[in-house]
């Protein structure tokens, strides 16, 4: 089943420059190594060293952060739209 991946600035290098990406999965931890086994160069940044979600990554599912479903055991549906937001900073100086 198809699933929009929306990919944030800051990662956009590692997936050729592209904001969005679909790709095939059941599951959010089935997409994110779906994502790295396509595009290497964000290995070790959509998942911790057990397959699960990295502490300082979050990802929403048609706007519901996952944490607060299944996190990365969260089924997908065919048509979904998952965002990815890595940690943000910054502010006034």
Do not use: C, H, K, W
């Not at 991946?5 to 990406?21: D, F, M, T, Y």
């Not at 086994?37 to 502490?55: I, Q, T």
């Amino acid at each position: 089943m198809p699933v929009t991946v929306r990919i944030p600035v800051p990662l956009r290098q590692a997936v050729e420059g592209l904001s969005e990406v679909t790709l095939e999965a059941t599951q959010v931890s089935a997409l994110l190594q779906a994502l790295e086994e396509r595009f290497p160069a964000l290995a070790g940044r959509l998942r911790d060293g057990s397959g699960g979600l990295p502490r300082f990554l979050r990802v929403y599912v048609n706007g519901q952060d996952v944490q607060l479903v299944r996190g990365a055991e969260t089924p997908l549906a065919d048509g979904d739209v998952v965002s990815l937001l890595p940690p943000l900073a910054g502010g006034y100086t």
